[in-house]
């Protein structure tokens, strides 16, 4: 594995699909070539905070290029939640993309935000992760690997891919800049034995 591959730190074809089109868009003749590999996120399974989100999705890079070192880019996904004020009702979902670059770059950027409705935050106090609530409140099955929630409460008019893909072209703003000087991946150090 060589040359133009981007690494999607997800099986989940949608956001397989969504890291496609916003390469695409950035670079239209940058003939890359997309894999898909599972990893870690090391946050909860729905993350209840902008940082925790963030977090998972720089991780899931960071084990991407752990998994598939010889690629150019790694790429986490990671959708959250957050209340909208401290100990309030109303919760907020979002999602984080990192991007990591051979050269030790990184490029992040965070989708629109919307508001969830009262059903589905009930939901998730009681312990579901959005897609499952989802799933419950809307009659579907697996709605993360389809429109997500983001399509089903605008009817499709945003998908989850496409809500994905806008903010994988923003993540990528680095690469397309690269006269200008953005965030650089900070390496973990070593833990002495």
Do not use: C
């Amino acid at each position: 594995m060589a040359g133009r591959t981007v690494i999607v730190a997800s099986k989940n074809p949608l956001k397989a699909l969504a890291t496609e089109d916003g390469f695409n868009k950035m670079f239209p003749d940058g003939r890359f070539t997309f894999e898909a590999v599972s990893t870690e996120s090391g946050v909860a399974v729905q993350p209840l905070s902008d940082e925790e989100t963030l977090r998972g999705a720089v991780n899931r890079a960071r084990n991407a290029r752990a998994l598939a070192p010889a690629a150019e880019y790694w790429v986490g996904l990671e959708g959250g939640v957050q209340h909208a004020v401290d100990g309030g009702e109303e919760v907020l979902a979002f999602a984080w993309i990192a991007v990591l670059h051979r050269d030790g770059s990184l490029g992040r950027a965070r989708t629109a935000t919307f508001f969830l409705p009262r059903e589905t935050t009930r939901l998730l106090r009681d312990g579901l992760e959005l897609g499952d609530a989802d799933n419950v409140l809307h009659g579907r099955t697996n709605s993360k690997h389809e429109t997500g929630t983001v399509g089903i409460l605008t009817g499709d008019v945003v998908t989850r891919r496409s809500y994905y893909a806008e903010a994988v072209v923003l993540a990528l703003i680095p690469f397309k800049n690269k006269q200008l000087t953005f965030g650089t991946e900070q390496r973990p150090r070593e833990v002495p034995a």
